[in-house]
Every structure is written in structure tokens, then in C-alpha cells.
């Protein structure tokens, strides 16, 4: 393989894995302050000993994701220097803002929440909870920012021409704001709090299960539940406003997104299918007719603008674009059913009984994270042959002195690391899992105490 091809592997690995970790710290962040907030009203020494526990699960997945992020830094200078010399100054004010006014914030508060539980006030470390909690999401902003202006570009100009070319901010609002940030970053979030929600439930149906840790079990199920099916829901209506505006930002990924190669009115919605590239066709699918056209429009006489209508140089790769697509959708409204069917028995109050239910639960942790993966694949493929969209093509980013060889050899190198973080993260969760909640963390003081008020 050339060095642009295996440039891209190595990016999308080292990217991929590191964005298992940090939907974790967002969506366990909700789930903290949520937990610690109900102990505060009502003195539960239950919420205290979830508020400990699920803490010692959050660090972990912190720790890990500041491990694996920094290497992408590092892979910018290295693999695409072009790249990063040309949009050096917008992309290097989002990641400096997210570095001093989120991750500083974050990690600051980190100690007081990990350590301070008998050293500090409730209220105060209550205060920090909600601060870790703000900075994960502050993360999020600044990163989805600086992704998003990759595909939507605003607020700036070129200056210089050729090589020296580079963007320069004009506007910096207009940069943050540019047209794809907010519904992006709305549908990553939603994503991130799925995660964390159903990592909670996950372990919680293992616990009830197994018969272990039973009231601790059904408590933080509850929450995860209460939190999952809000979620799944806010992220249903989020992914629809993030594809009307492809389509009407970047209407040659919309087309990938729907394998769609001809403009037309009353287009269809396809289901399922397989696209033929060659032959620029579905070689099967199953369709809903007109459906497109009135998801994006909100009228099935609207046109939807197909493939052939960009040169063949400017086409993203469909296939691989629509499985991907297709299959975030699938497993999104998966998930919206498995988190309502779950709160639904839970009203019921026979969620506990049914053990095939617990069982699906309890692998229900894969799909946030499946869902968000394929998601990113589908909108990082689907700009391409664009690194920035309209204004720099991904052939011209790389780095000129990189060659094959130095690509192969670190992309071993990462692999080996990585699947050696992995085993170690996942040695580390299963060691918390099997311990379970301690009974010291009832109360502050470690003793047992019935709740002041209910």
C-alpha cells in the first residue's frame, strides 16, 4: 500500500480506539452527578456507595483515554504536516481552548472527586463532580468544533499561495459556529451519554444476574435506564437534524450516506441494500418510496441530489459509506427500543424478572459503542477524497518526507500498545466488576445508617 493509504489506516486506528474511552468519561459524568445529586437530597447511603463506585470506573476510563489521545497529536506533525501547516491556526485554537478551559478544568476537579469524598464537605465535592462533569462535555465542544470546520469550513481566509498557503481565522465565532458544529456536537453527546448509560446497565443486569449486590444492582439500573432512554431519543432527533444539514452542506456525502447516483423528487429511503459502484447502482435493496425526499425536505416532491452530479474525482466511497450509515441507524434504533422496552417493564415493576431481558442488557454495552464508531466512519469516509471540505484534498495533507516503510513499522508499534492498553483496561474493569461496591462506601464514615429523609 501507498503511504496516503496506509497514512489514513494508521489515523483511523489510532482515532478509533482512543474514541472508546472518552464517550465513557462523558456519559459516566452524567451518571455521577445524577447519583451524588440524589444522595445529597435524600442521604441514602445506597446513592453514596453507587457515587464511589461508579467513580472508581470513571477514573479508569480517563486514564485510558488521555493515554491513547495524546499519540493523535503527535500524528499530525508526523504523517500531515501539509495539513497541519495549513490549518494550523484555526485547528490549533480549537484544540488549545479545549486544552486550557476544559481539560485543565477537568483534570483539576479529578482529584478532589477521586480523593476528597472524606476530606472535603458533600456539597464541595459535589461541586467537583458537577466541574469533571462540565469539563468532559467542554472537551467534546472544542474537538467536535475543530472536526467540524474540517467539514463545513467558515470564519476565515487563505492567505499565501502554493505550499505556504494556510487558513487564518477571520471570525472566531463564525469558525465555532460554522454550520455543521452545534448539530454535530449535539449528536455526539447523545452518543457519549448512551454509552455511559448503558455501561451502567450493563454491569448492573450481570449483578442481578448473578445475585450479587442486588439493591446496588437495581438502583444504578434504574438510573442507567432513566438516562438511556432519554438519550437514545434526544440522539433519534439529533441524527435527523445533523443529516438534513449534509445534505445541505455536503449533499455528495448524503448521497454516500443513501447510495443515491441519480438527482430526483420522490426519492427513496433504502432500508437495506448493496451498492454496485461499478455500475453505479443498488444490486438489491429494500426501499421506502419518497421517504428521502420528505426526511430531508419535509416534502416528497423535493429533490435529493444524487452522485452524478460531482465529478467522479469528488465522490466519496459509497458502499462502504452506506453500510456504515446504515448500520449506526440500525443499531440507534435498536437501542432506543431495547432502553424503552426496559423502562417500560421497569414501570411495570417486573424489569427483574425477566432474566432473557437482563441478558440482552447485559450486552447492550456494545452497542453505544458500535454505533458511535460507525457513525465517525461514515462522516470522516464520507468527506472524502476532502481532508477540508472544498479546500484541501487528503493526497495533498501528508507529510513529504514520510515514506511507506516509516508508516508500516509505527502502525505495528501502536497496534502492539494498544492492544496491550486494552487488555489492561479490560483487566482493570473486570477486577472492579468482580470486586463490586464496596460496604465501607455506604456512608462517609463507613458505617451503615438508614436514610434521614426519603
Not at 444524487?306 to 446504515?326: A, M, S
Request: hydrophobic content about 50%; charged content about 15%.
Amino acid at each position: 500500500m501507498d503511504v496516503l493509504t496506509l497514512s489514513r489506516i494508521q489515523f483511523a486506528f489510532t482515532i478509533a480506539f482512543h474514541y472508546i474511552y472518552p464517550p465513557l468519561s462523558i456519559g459516566l459524568g452524567v451518571i455521577l452527578v445524577i447519583i451524588e445529586a440524589r444522595w445529597l437530597k435524600t442521604r441514602n447511603p445506597l446513592h453514596h456507595q453507587m457515587a464511589r463506585f461508579w467513580t472508581k470506573v470513571f477514573a479508569l476510563t480517563f486514564a485510558i483515554g488521555v493515554a491513547t489521545g495524546i499519540v493523535m497529536e503527535f500524528e499530525f506533525g508526523t504523517n500531515w504536516a501539509t495539513y497541519s501547516r495549513y490549518v494550523g491556526d484555526v485547528f490549533g485554537s480549537a484544540l488549545a481552548a479545549e486544552g486550557i478551559f476544559a481539560f485543565f478544568l477537568e483534570s483539576g476537579f479529578l482529584a478532589v472527586l477521586l480523593f476528597g469524598w472524606d476530606r472535603v464537605k458533600p456539597a464541595t465535592h459535589f461541586f467537583a463532580t458537577c466541574m469533571v462533569c462540565f469539563g468532559a462535555h467542554f472537551s467534546a465542544i472544542w474537538i467536535v468544533v475543530a472536526n467540524s470546520w474540517q467539514q463545513t469550513p467558515a470564519g476565515y481566509h487563505i492567505v499565501g499561495e502554493g505550499l505556504s498557503a494556510r487558513a487564518e481565522i477571520t471570525d472566531f465565532w463564525a469558525m465555532v459556529f460554522n454550520p455543521s458544529s452545534m448539530d454535530r456536537l449535539s449528536h455526539v453527546l447523545c452518543g457519549a451519554w448512551q454509552a455511559g448509560a448503558f455501561l451502567v446497565i450493563s454491569v448492573s443486569a450481570f449483578y442481578l444476574l448473578r445475585k450479587k449486590h442486588v439493591d446496588f444492582a437495581k438502583a444504578s439500573l434504574k438510573v442507567g435506564l432513566a438516562v438511556a432512554a432519554i438519550a437514545s431519543l434526544l440522539q433519534l432527533v439529533t441524527g435527523h437534524d445533523s443529516a438534513v444539514g449534509v445534505a445541505k452542506n455536503q449533499p455528495a456525502k448524503l448521497a454516500a450516506f443513501e447510495g443515491r447516483y441519480e438527482t430526483r423528487t420522490h426519492a427513496p429511503q433504502a432500508l437495506v441494500g448493496w451498492v454496485d459502484e461499478r455500475n453505479e447502482q443498488f444490486l438489491f435493496s429494500v426501499e421506502v418510496p419518497g421517504m428521502l425526499s420528505w426526511l430531508i425536505h419535509g416534502d416528497s416532491s423535493e429533490p435529493v441530489t444524487g452522485l452524478r452530479e460531482f465529478k467522479p474525482e469528488d465522490r466519496p466511497p459509497v458502499n462502504f459509506v452506506f453500510q456504515t450509515y446504515h448500520a449506526m441507524i440500525s443499531i440507534g434504533m435498536a437501542l432506543i427500543g431495547l432502553s424503552w422496552l426496559g423502562a417500560f417493564f421497569w414501570w411495570r415493576g417486573t424489569l427483574f424478572e425477566k432474566r432473557w431481558l437482563l441478558w440482552m442488557l447485559v450486552f447492550s454495552v456494545l452497542g453505544p459503542q458500535l454505533a458511535n464508531q460507525l457513525g465517525w466512519f461514515s462522516a470522516e469516509v464520507g468527506r472524502q477524497p476532502w481532508i477540508v471540505y472544498g479546500l484541501l484534498r487528503t493526497s495533498e495533507g501528508l507529510s513529504k518526507v514520510v515514506t511507506a516503510n516509516m508508516v508500516v513499522t509505527s502502525l505495528i508499534l501502536f497496534t502492539l500498545v494498544y492492544a496491550l492498553l486494552f487488555a489492561v483496561f479490560v483487566y482493570l474493569l473486570n477486577d472492579k466488576i468482580q470486586h463490586g461496591p464496596d460496604t465501607a462506601d455506604l456512608t462517609p464514615t463507613g458505617k451503615l445508617a438508614l436514610p434521614e429523609r426519603s
